[in-house]
């Protein structure tokens, strides 16, 4: 089976990214795994119905280990992926069927402040630090270092 695009908009992470690393052709490789939920809409009026769709989603090294440090639990993303057929046969030769989604791209959708305050919440440690606003005392000012006339 040829690999199809699933797109999964304005989606919530159902718990925290599970992040391992596992052997790959060059060493260890970081793989992380989601949960995505989003909701769907038909009908109107009385009729409105929403359902659920819940995905399992699994990011690859340098994109896994982001994931891993900025989400968390309810982080609101959009993801583009694909899925391919993962067919199998077990250990006691039993077929087992399934579907694997992999990301292809994901945006965060939460702003800095909202993504900071869910890592304080969630203990996950020190938020990233600020950019300073202002120059630092040491170096001086461009205009205090030329005067206006030069």
Do not use: C
Not at 51 to 57: F, K, L, S, V
Not at 97 to 103: D, E, K, N, R
């Amino acid at each position: 089976m040829a690999n199809v695009q699933v797109i999964q908009r304005h989606a919530h992470l159902a718990s925290a990214v599970k992040l391992e690393f596992v052997n790959g052709r060059e060493g260890k490789v970081a793989k992380a795994v989601l949960t995505a939920i989003s909701n769907s809409r038909r009908g109107s009026g009385d009729e409105r119905s929403e359902e659920a769709t819940a995905i399992q989603w699994t990011l690859w090294a340098k994109q896994a280990e982001h994931a891993a440090e900025y989400l968390g639990k309810g982080s609101h993303v959009n993801i583009v992926g694909r899925v391919r057929n993962n067919h199998y046969q077990d250990s006691d030769g039993a077929e087992v069927y399934g579907l694997a989604f992999t990301v292809d791209e994901i945006d965060y959708l939460d702003s800095k402040a909202e993504g900071e305050a869910r890592r304080a919440r969630e203990g996950a440690g020190d938020p990233p630090a600020a950019a300073p606003s202002a120059p630092t005392p040491s170096r001086k000012a461009r205009n205090e270092r030329q005067p206006a006339h030069a």
